[in-house]
């Protein structure tokens, strides 16, 4: 991996939420809620809010699947009065949370967001407590590790 590499994150993310017809933010967290990249979109603070939330609910959700034998955790979709919020595993230690509107297609953003964790899920991989989400420094982020 280079320097570059929480940039070319937020690169994908912002693709994402350009292809996802409705997607309104995007991020990559770590499984302990911390931020790694983020959308243009959403502020620093607003990520930061959202990894601790997307982390709960996977944390949930996975918690749910090994009490009601449930198997495996592929996506958690939490649908609100005017957003869905959308969150799935993206390498190991990883996950990939979308926030998008009402008039979302919600198969194409699922279909996407699976995509684009096909298409990297070795670069989305992150130990615990590796974030990075300075989209000005790139002396100060940390490169995900396998």
């Not at 409705?22 to 603070?45: F, K, M, N, T, W």
């Not at 096909?118 to 420094?137: A, H, I, M, W, Y």
Request: glycine residues 8%.
């Amino acid at each position: 991996m280079t320097d570059n590499t929480p940039r070319d994150l937020d690169w994908l993310l912002d693709e994402l939420v350009e292809r996802a017809v409705g997607a309104r933010y995007a991020i990559v967290l770590s499984a302990d809620g911390l931020p790694i990249g983020r959308s243009q979109e959403i502020s620093e603070e607003d990520a930061e809010h959202l990894s601790a939330i997307a982390s709960a609910f996977q944390s949930l959700a996975q918690g749910t699947g090994r009490q009601f034998k449930g198997g495996r955790v592929l996506q958690t979709v939490v649908e609100m009065e005017h957003a869905y919020l959308f969150v799935t595993g993206a390498g190991h230690g990883a996950c990939l949370a979308v926030i998008a509107g009402e008039e979302s297609d919600v198969g194409l953003i699922a279909y996407e967001m699976n995509v684009l964790v096909e298409q990297v899920g070795r670069f989305l991989e992150s130990s615990p407590r590796n974030s990075s989400l300075s989209k000005t420094d790139s002396q100060a982020t940390t490169t995900p590790t396998r």
